[in-house]
């Protein structure tokens, strides 16, 4: 079989006065068909960069791709027009945001814009599209489908606009759904049902999901594997399982010993680990992690382990796993 989309050596920079940030600093990741993709991470390292430059959504200038290759069903994503990718998102490659009143058309009833991209994206006929428009607000959990399709969207609550956006993304049967924070707006109880919602549909569509989210949490719900960043790089992946029941990258482990829970709290930044995230403009040569690391070793300041093959799916940047470090400790 072949991945829905595959990232290969992903480098994005933008400019600010201080210098160039090296947002995402060689990135690889794939995505499997029906598969859900959790990339989890803490604010600036570089998961939402990443979800923006696979849609080209990056504005350059400031921003560029350095280098890197983006391919999506086949085709590399990053040689498309902007036509072309207009084309491409709304159709094959949806998306939400963390606040649908930025992408959802304030002055459109929300059954016009799912009917609009219909008819755009799949030249359907406006009877054909409004009757589908019915059947995707029923789909995600809209009751009286039929009456709201007419309404706009400050008439609706903030968890049935991200349901709307949901719809919507989903309207043309999109390969792959890139959810950038879709939930962490609402509140706990709605933020529940949102992710319901996803996994829901995922049994039910067959679209690929990339879901970005601070929350390792929200990973566990709903993800099949995970890869957590950490100053622009993959810091590490692997299966919910085996991230899970033994995280091979002490970053990962801090995120882990830090989960929010999900029933008593709002859904809070996880920067309980002590330290700031690495400046980027002048990015560390060793690993990333070694000020904040408590088991960074005299080579971590010095040479980046790249990511090192840990068994079963899992690789982590982690000297801790290399075969010579393991001899040593044994
Ligand atoms: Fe810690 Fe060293 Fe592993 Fe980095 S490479 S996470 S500093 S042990
Ligand atoms: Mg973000």
Same mark, same amino acid.
Request: charged share 25%; aromatic share 4%; with cysteine.
């Given at each position: 079989y072949k991945p829905v989309l595959e990232v290969r050596d992903l480098r994005v920079s933008f400019h600010v006065r201080e210098g160039e940030v090296q947002a995402v600093r060689g990135v690889d990741f794939h995505v499997n068909p029906g598969e859900v993709l959790g990339i989890v991470g803490e604010s600036g390292c570089g998961k939402s960069v990443t979800a923006q430059t696979l849609m080209r959504l990056i504005p350059s200038p400031p921003s560029r791709i350095k280098s890197g290759s983006v391919r999506f069903l086949g085709e590399e994503v990053l040689l498309k027009s902007e036509k072309e990718m207009q084309q491409l998102r709304g159709s094959k490659m949806g998306m939400i945001f963390q606040d649908p009143m930025t992408s959802l058309n304030p002055t459109m009833t929300v059954g016009r814009q799912i009917t609009e991209n219909l008819k755009k994206h799949? @030249?359907?006929?406006s009877a054909a599209a409004q009757k589908r428009a019915v059947e995707m607000l029923k789909l995600v959990g809209i009751p009286g489908a039929e009456t709201r399709i007419h309404q706009y969207p400050h008439e609706f609550s903030g968890g049935m606009r991200q349901r709307v956006m949901i719809a919507i993304a989903l309207s043309c049967d999109p390969a792959l759904l890139i959810a950038d924070e879709p939930t962490t707006a609402l509140d706990v109880t709605i933020q529940a049902q949102i992710l319901e919602v996803l996994n829901d549909l995922r049994g039910r569509l067959n679209t690929s999901i990339i879901l970005i989210t601070h929350n390792l949490g929200i990973v566990a719900g709903i993800c099949d594997r995970v890869v957590v960043m950490y100053g622009g790089q993959v810091a590490e992946t692997g299966t919910v399982k085996e991230i899970f029941n033994h995280p091979k990258h002490p970053y990962t482990e801090g995120l882990l010993k830090s989960l929010p829970r999900l029933d008593t709290? @709002?859904?809070?930044?996880?920067?309980?680990?002590?330290g700031a995230p690495p400046d980027l403009v002048n990015p560390p040569t060793g690993c990333a992690f070694t000020p904040r690391?408590?088991?960074?070793?005299?080579i971590c300041q010095r040479l980046d382990p790249g990511l090192i093959d840990c068994g079963g799916t899992q690789a982590a940047r982690c000297w801790l796993n290399h075969p010579k470090v393991q001899e040593a400790k044994a």
């Open positions: 799949l @030249k359907m006929s709290s @709002k859904d809070e930044p996880l920067i309980p680990i002590h690391c408590p088991y960074a070793m005299k």
